[in-house]
């Protein structure tokens, strides 16, 4: 299985990019946000989800591990394949994506192509208790490649992860503590997060 590409982009699509490995040209599809930051002859590094299915072996390729991570996670509910998957996230930026699952937002969701009603109802229904954490991890990846790998109190995790979803420090902190204020301080991280995005909401 493929995980990752390295080499120089030889052509750009619609839909995909062809990827030229020491001569090995591979078809990888992509979000339209991944092949705007894509240029023709010059070098890229793709993180890659490979599928396998009886007719054909797909490639998907993204940028950034965390559109890969919810590329998959996408996949989880029913009647998102890859293919509805990747329009998500073509329509969608990460940190809106998880602002709008979180806030139980289906109207967003509903942006993309291919994705009618009921089968956003039906993503931010199952997915509402996972974004979350995947906020939580973004920002927790972020502290760890800063170098800041002592622990930090519950709320100081919830403040990163609001400023990785484009909230700026004193607003994502004013949030916060208004949600430690209705939740009190035993308050799990997602539930302190999923509280003050509903007073953002709200703003």
Same mark, same amino acid.
């Given at each position: 299985m493929i995980g990752k590409l390295t080499g120089r982009v030889d052509f750009i699509g619609a839909d995909h990019a062809i990827i030229d490995v020491n001569g090995v040209g591979y078809v990888v599809h992509c *979000?339209? *946000?991944t092949l705007a930051r894509l240029t023709a002859g010059a070098n890229a590094s793709l993180a890659v989800e490979t599928k396998v299915s009886d007719?054909?072996?797909r490639l998907y390729g993204f940028l950034a591990s965390e559109e890969r991570e919810w590329f998959r996670l996408l996949q989880t509910v029913q009647g998102v394949g890859a293919r509805v998957a990747l329009s998500i996230l073509s329509a969608l930026k990460i940190p809106e994506l998880e602002r709008s699952i979180v806030l139980g937002d289906k109207s967003v969701v509903g942006r993309a192509q291919g994705v009618g009603p009921k089968l956003a109802t039906r993503i931010v229904t199952e997915l509402k208790d996972k974004a979350p954490g995947m906020a939580l991890a973004r920002g927790a990846d972020a502290a760890e490649r800063a170098g800041l790998? *002592?622990?930090r109190p519950t709320e100081s995790e919830a403040i990163g992860a609001l400023v990785k979803l484009g909230y700026s420090q004193m607003v994502a902190s004013e949030a916060v503590a208004r949600a430690g204020g209705?939740?009190?301080e035993a308050a799990p991280l997602d539930a302190l997060l999923r509280e003050a995005l509903r007073q953002l909401?709200?703003?």
């Open positions: *979000a339209a *946000a007719d054909a072996i790998q *002592a622990p209705n939740l009190g909401a709200r703003v």
